[in-house]
T-cell receptor, first 115, second 112 residues
């Protein structure tokens, strides 16, 4: 049973380009959370999705960021027109119940570097 | 506004001794607290949790203590082992909300 898979592991983008981060949840999990970790900081909640629905996007910046979790395929976090301040580690977690803690499993993260 | 604070960026402990990691919070609505462990280049892994109706929860070498009046919790690891070297994050959430608020982490180094 594969764990939560995130790809790419490392992504380098020039300012103004688009970044697409993918998260494949564990088999049977229909709840996905995205977090961002800036250097020397803890993880910050961004968005909570279930299949085809955004449940809570209160942690998402108002512009340039969007997320989806289609019926088929991975969840995608999309950042348009990236800026240097978007450089961070982006983690996703999945669960089968919507709970966190022991119920949620994290991927290895995508490290985005904007040059 | 840091609602969850881990004031020690790093901690060094001798193998076999007790490691104590501390976490303070400001929001009295938090009632579920979790500790995660994170190795470099990996995602966080859930370690142990405690709800506000308890003041202690134990799982093997790991014990979490909660002092609600002081808004403080701590993670005790005893005895400490080399594989415990990692960054430890404290996180909290209110009962009504699944969102976790995370501390900045404490890097634990276990010396042989």
């Amino acid at each position: 049973n594969a764990g939560v898979m995130q790809n790419p592991r490392h992504l380098v983008r020039r300012r103004g380009q688009e970044a697409r981060l993918r998260c494949s949840p564990m088999k049977g999990h229909s709840h996905v959370y995205w977090y961002r970790q800036l250097p020397e900081e803890g993880l910050k909640f961004m968005v909570y999705l279930q299949k085809e629905n955004i449940i809570d996007e209160s942690g998402m910046p108002k512009e340039r960021f969007s997320a989806e979790f289609p019926k088929e395929g991975p969840s995608i976090l999309r950042i348009q027109q990236v800026v240097r301040g978007d450089s961070a580690a982006y983690f996703c977690a999945s669960s089968d119940s919507g709970g966190q803690g022991i119920e949620a499993f994290f991927g290895q993260g995508t490290r985005l570097t904007v040059v | 506004d840091q609602q969850v604070k881990q004031n020690s960026p790093s901690l060094s402990v001798q193998e076999g001794r007790i490691s104590i990691l501390n976490c303070d919070y400001t929001n009295s609505m938090f009632d579920y607290f979790l500790w995660y462990k994170k190795y470099p280049a990996e995602g966080p892994t859930f370690l142990i949790s405690i709800s506000s109706i308890k003041d202690k929860n134990e799982d093997g070498r790991f014990t979490v203590f909660l002092n609600k009046s002081a808004k403080h919790l701590s993670l005790h690891i005893v005895p400490s082992q080399p594989g415990d070297s990692a960054v430890y994050f404290c996180a909290a959430s209110p009962a009504s909300n699944y969102q976790l608020i995370w501390g900045a982490g404490t890097k634990l180094i276990i010396k042989p």
